[in-house]
């Protein structure tokens, strides 16, 4: 139960710093936002909507990932200023909890992005779905949490590094193919129906074996990386 | 095969036959070089 | 250690004469003696290279997986042992990376004659492809790490390493596959034995070669280490000569 307090607490500190600021969602929002527009000006989607359906689930994504990444090198600098980290380190609370609190905001942080993002993705690539939207729902929410669980983790391990900010996306992009693989496998097969629902069931359930793995690998890594030195 | 068809590079499969076998051990001596180039200049402990 | 030194070096240079010697063997057997595949010809014989370094290049990754776990089960009880299982780790990394990136080049030079492509995306070039990503971004991240981290940082991204490869072979598998099942083990279709000789000198060959260089690898990080601890003590006995 404190546990739970503690993860509480964290979240509610990161949900304050970022209300007061939110430079991490408005950053992210107007980067993925220009990755679907380049991509709409580079792929024509309008002319060719079946194409658009068959790529628009790849590029959804790959826009998601790129813009994390861009939040996610921010999410522990908050916690470097003024040694906020050392505090951390020699509270009592168990160190997972400060994880697991960071993957929450960001969490969050990410959904609130994609929430702005998936109607102006619709309009701009005159997006038809032809499966079960509903699905979406439940592919995206899983999705970003593998993103977003690998990401905190490998952003507060390349947090001292020199170039962390070049770090990160070379760490969590090989870790995180196979859930992107599942992801966009998931996505394409609800915005084609080309997938039968037994195709796409076995994506999403993969999908949530990958975020139950990662996590639980990430709460047991975390003192380690957390105490590196 | 012998040594006069090892070399005949007529053939697409033919070359990429010679690549490989070359290739590897290029590669696989380089990286020993590169071993013993760090070995000779990294004095070993004075005891 | 200094009684141990000549003995260590005369079997270093024995075993590399030995290494060397099936490994010409070997060649000669994959080139000239075995007989030409009846339906690829003899592009198959880049197979010898291939299979060993495919095999080989899956097995230093448990090296270096071991060598991780225990560094980090050793860091904070016995930081010495942890020094030596960090070099293990790194050697062996640098071999996986050697090994995967030959099988990954070999395996492009026989796709595009045999297949007609160099690359398809299918689950054993994507989870080898990924794996070779996986090694290297390793080594960047020892590169890129503060002094006294890259071992901790490198066992952590270790560890997650071992658990990604699994699965992106798991899920790519039955996605989709153009790549022959393996020819060992229990579901493999079998290799006529007229094509044993090639094989196993090969792979004997390689095995021993890779032996050698992860273990030369170790030893040169064993040098670098002490090294610098050596240096690190005379900087601490110059600090203490200099006041009163």
Known sequence: MTYLRHILDHLLKDLRLEWRSRDSINGMLFFALLVVVICGLAFDPTSYPTTTRQIAGGILWVALLFASITALNQAWNRELRNQVLEAQRMAPAPASALFLGKVIANMLFVLVVEAVLAPIFIIFFNLHVLGNIWLLALILPLGTWALVVNGTFFAALGLRARNRELLLPLLLLPISLPALLAMVQATTGVLTADLDSIQINTWIKQLAGYDIIFTTVGILLFETVLNAE | MTWHSFFDFSTMGHRHIVFVYAGVWIAQGAYLAWIAWNWAHIKGIRR | ??????????????????????????????????????????????????????????????????????????????????????????????????????????????????????????????????????????????????????????????????????????????????????????NGGGVDPRFYPAILWNMAGWLMWGILIMLFRFALERRRQLAEQEAALHAIEASLEIPQ
């Not at chain 3, 063997?25 to 003899?42: K, W």
């Open chain 3, 1 to 186: 250690m200094e009684q141990r030194t000549p003995t260590l070096r005369s079997v270093a240079w024995l075993w590399f004469g030995i290494t060397i010697a099936v490994l010409v063997v070997g060649f000669r057997q994959a080139i000239f003696l075995v007989p030409a595949e009846a339906t690829m010809g003899d592009v198959q014989r880049i197979f010898y290279y291939h299979l060993p370094h495919a095999v080989l290049g899956l097995i230093f990754p448990y090296v270096n997986l071991i060598a991780s776990l225990a560094f980090l089960f050793w860091r904070r009880r016995d930081p010495l042992n942890a020094l030596t299982a960090d070099a293990l780790a790194v050697a062996a990394a640098e071999v996986t990376v050697l090994y995967v990136g030959i099988c990954l080049a070999t395996g492009m030079l026989w796709g595009k004659p045999a297949w007609g492509i160099w690359w398809a995306w299918d689950a054993r070039l994507t989870s080898e492809l990924l794996l070779w990503l996986l090694y290297v971004s390793y080594l960047l991240l020892r590169r890129y790490s503060p002094t006294g981290q890259a071992g901790t940082l490198g066992a952590v991204l270790s560890v997650f390493a071992a658990i990604d490869v699994p699965i992106v072979y798991m899920s790519i598998q039955w996605w989709r596959t153009q790549h022959p099942a393996p020819v060992f083990g229990p």
